[in-house]
């Protein structure tokens, strides 16, 4: 009876796991997008409308692809930290000089 029981419980207690841990994997991406939307929008309020196209990375930085439309349309490509601080944030066609730098100099 004990071991039909276990063996009853196993898938349950195995799928728990797997649900757990999924959230605690997503946070990194998370932060990193939302810390990159504010970074778009910092340099670039008069955004009508943005889409997240890309997420990617590894341990060390979550690399986000934003598509924007304002006077035209653009690609915003940004690095975000594990932490979730901006590395990197770059306007494909550049946007001019002083837009471009890295949010690190700023």
């Known amino acids: ?3 039909a029981f276990a063996l009853s419980l196993a ?3 195995l799928a728990s796991a797997l649900v757990a841990t999924a959230p605690a994997a997503a946070e990194p991406a998370q932060r ?3 810390a990159c939307r504010a970074e778009l929008l910092a340099r670039l309020p008069d955004a009508r409308n943005y889409r997240v196209a ?3 990375g590894n341990s060390r930085r979550t690399e986000v692809t934003i598509n924007v439309t304002a006077d035209q349309r653009y690609t915003f490509e940004c690095a975000a930290g594990p932490d979730g601080r901006v590395i990197s944030a770059e306007f494909n066609p550049p946007r ?3 837009q471009q730098a890295s ?3 700023r």
């Open 11 to 13: 898938p349950a207690l």
């Open 54 to 56: 890309d997420i990617s």
């Open 1 to 3: 009876m004990t071991r």
């Open 32 to 34: 990193a997008v939302a």
């Open 96 to 98: 001019g000089g002083a």
């Open 103 to 105: 949010a690190a100099n």
